[in-house]
């Protein structure tokens, strides 16, 4: 069974970083292409940044240049650093595994990042 552990969450002032962490079990995770996404109040879940197994990346364009996602497959885990964050990346963020065979997704529970003075 699936397990992904998110930590990392908070609240952070504009010009701030966080760094999340998204920690999976019960996968060989280097089968699976992991995600970080978001939902703010009132909007729909977007995709914030991808990597593959292989360790390719994509970004949303709201984040490119701010925010790096990086895959340690040693430890299952996987991160989003964010930086230079403003109040507009307030949200509540879920990590996401994709199995790169069968497409299947699993999430783990939301962190609130909250942006604000």
């Known amino acids: 069974q699936v397990q992904l552990v998110v930590s990392g969450g908070g609240l952070v002032q504009p010009g701030g970083s966080l760094r999340l962490s998204c920690t999976a079990s019960?996968?060989?995770?280097?089968?699976?292409?992991m995600g970080w996404y978001r939902q703010a109040p009132g909007k729909q879940r977007e995709l914030v940044a991808a990597i593959t197994s292989g360790g390719s990346t994509n970004y949303a364009d709201s984040v490119k240049g701010r925010f790096t996602i990086s895959r340690d497959n040693a430890k299952n885990t996987v991160y989003l650093q964010m930086n230079s964050l403003k109040p507009e990346d307030t949200a509540v963020y879920y990590c996401?595994?994709?199995?790169?065979?069968?497409?299947?997704?699993?999430w783990g529970q939301g962190t609130q990042v909250t942006v604000s003075s």
């Open positions: 996401n595994a994709k199995h790169i065979l069968t497409g299947t997704n699993s």
């Open positions: 019960g996968i060989i995770f280097s089968s699976y292409a």
